[in-house]
């Protein structure tokens, strides 16, 4: 299913650069590619809108990887109703995407779309890369693992391994505390550079368990032979999932000691993908800006890929059916 890019009016704030590499050496110095774009309405809490709970930290010893853990929160809607089974939406770099001050506010951006029947009632993980107990946890003081955790090799290594993470350890935990809907295409997940090809490993190793992929920034080039993924989709029958890509004209370009190699261009990486999906009647969105590594492009337009990815809830066309005309209220506590 084809889809134009598009582009919104909006925006967000702070580049999360790849360690090593550097943006400004490859950009324009002015004006700042980032400049224009901020944050929108959803992004931001409002009164009268039912506010969600974040919950935790809680901490998940990871047997793939022996010897780290994972730290995670779950964002609890106002509305969920433990009788009733949610969707999900699972965030890798979660101390990014909720940080109420960064780029994404990701719990803001459910809280307003929730309330309004944009997408449907869902908890949001927010799950950080794994790391020893040793180790700093990553947060936007220290910054997001990138060589003092586990980030580099789990998330950007084309195999199982961070599939069988979420699938196998996160979910089950999960599942205990949560009434979660079974359903795969009830699950998305989603994250930003070596998050985003961590996110679309997950959906694309395990489609039985994700089928929406939220990518910003993603890094499918040669840090550890992501940018293979292109040739995988166009080599590989089609597999039932739903993916909306971001990226911009300024990410890395793959010039390293002023040598340009094409594997480490973020741009040319997506586009290629893009155009896998396309080739292969998947169904896929994209929208390309100006944008630097970072996600000030896509957290403003966050708001706009969660109702495009969840644009297939389930709705009432009953003229008289009141509750469906009305906004989300909080469920009533057990």
Known sequence: MKHRAFTFSAAIGAACLLAGLSASAQTPTTPNPDSEYRLGPDSFPHDGVPKGEIKGPYTLKCNIYPGTQHTYWVYVPAQYDPAKAAALMVFQDGQAFKDERGDMRAQNVMDNLINRREIPVMLGVFINPGRTPEQKEPSPQVGWGDGFTNRGVEYNTPDDKYARIITEELMPALYKEYNISKDPEMHGIGGSSSGAIAAFMVAWERPNAFRKVLSNVGSFTNIHGGHVYTD???????????????????????????????????????????KALTKKGYDVNYSWGMNLHGQRFGGMILPEMMRWLWRDGPVSTDPNDMEERSYRQPAARR
């Open 232 to 274: 995988r989709v166009l080599k590989s029958p089609k597999k039932p999932i739903r993916v909306f890509l971001c990226d911009g004209r300024n990410d890395l370009r793959g010039v390293r000691n002023g040598v340009y190699d094409e594997t480490w261009d973020w741009f040319l990486q997506n586009v290629r993908l893009m």
